[in-house]
């Protein structure tokens, strides 16, 4: 399978890094504006700066750039896109109705954990995609970086992204504070910081390890002990309506999404 990559930011180099570290059957091309960003991939994949070769013979397209600029770039790669050629962009916002140009066409919504191999991915296909052709093509390119889950109703991507893509940020703050609170309470900030990171990852771990289904509140009851020091805690937070400022936080993120969708 041919893959070509356009943009070389944080998403495209992981991508890139992912599919060349998978070791698999693709055949990657890299394309950006300005060298810098080509040479870690020197000798590993095909680079080139002029986007319509890069294209012409692709069977996968990544748009890994900015929102503002991927619905001109698809009608400027048009006409050299072959005609079964799926291009999937990566731009927050940017709808499938505004992907003009090319029949084939999909988005993909990765998150901050494509850099560790660890994104879950939402895929969402455009009316002229073929499924039993697309899909196992963009779910093999995507899984280079993580976990895939297809969403079927575009409009439910302004939610996936503030909880999917925004998300991990909501939750960097929960463990910023958690440092904070923890240096107040006499932790030399490094150690803070690293007992932070822990309450993190094992939330996270057993979260996983749990399978897909698992409710969160049934992990948390598995250390709340009655009348305990987690009880305690989370009783304050309680208080504090922690979990009302989660929900506006979700709220807010989706309806930017919205706003960021309209043209």
């Known amino acids: 399978?041919?893959?070509?990559?356009i943009g070389v930011g944080g998403l495209g180099q992981a991508l890139a890094s992912g599919l060349l570290e998978a070791g698999t059957d693709i055949d990657l091309t890299i394309c950006a504006r300005r060298p810098g960003g080509l040479e870690p991939f020197a000798g590993r994949a095909r680079l080139l700066f002029d986007t319509r070769d890069a294209v012409d013979d692709a069977d996968v397209v990544?748009?890994?750039?900015?929102?503002?600029?991927?619905?001109e770039l698809l009608q400027h790669l048009a006409s050299a896109l072959p005609s079964d050629a799926v291009v999937v962009s990566c731009a927050a916002g940017v709808?499938?109705?505004?992907?003009?140009?090319?029949?084939?066409?999909?988005?993909?919504?990765?998150?901050?954990?494509?850099?560790?191999?660890?994104?879950?991915?939402?895929?969402?296909?455009?009316?002229g995609c073929l499924l039993s052709r697309d899909r196992p093509r963009l779910t093999q390119v995507f899984a280079a970086v993580g976990s895939v889950r297809e969403v079927g109703d575009e409009s439910q991507l302004h939610v996936v992204t503030a909880v999917g893509a925004s998300g991990p940020a909501f939750v960097l703050l929960a463990c910023e504070a958690l440092a904070d609170a923890a240096v107040e309470q006499g932790l030399s900030r490094n150690e803070a910081l690293a007992w932070s990171r822990a309450a993190v990852v094992a939330a996270a771990a057993r979260l996983g390890n749990d399978g897909d289904n698992i409710e969160p509140q049934v992990i948390r009851s598995l250390v709340t002990s009655p009348a305990g020091t987690t009880a305690a805690g989370l009783a304050a937070l309680e208080t504090h309506t922690v979990r009302a400022a989660f929900a506006d936080?979700?709220?807010?993120a989706t309806r930017r999404s919205r706003e960021l969708a309209v043209p």
């Open 1 to 5: 399978m041919k893959v070509t990559i």
């Open 62 to 71: 990544v748009l890994a750039v900015k929102p503002k600029g991927t619905p």
């Open 95 to 127: 709808s499938l109705a505004r992907l003009e140009g090319h029949e084939v066409v999909a988005r993909a919504m990765p998150n901050i954990g494509a850099q560790a191999r660890a994104s879950t991915t939402a895929l969402c296909f455009g009316p």
């Open 249 to 252: 936080a979700v709220r807010a």
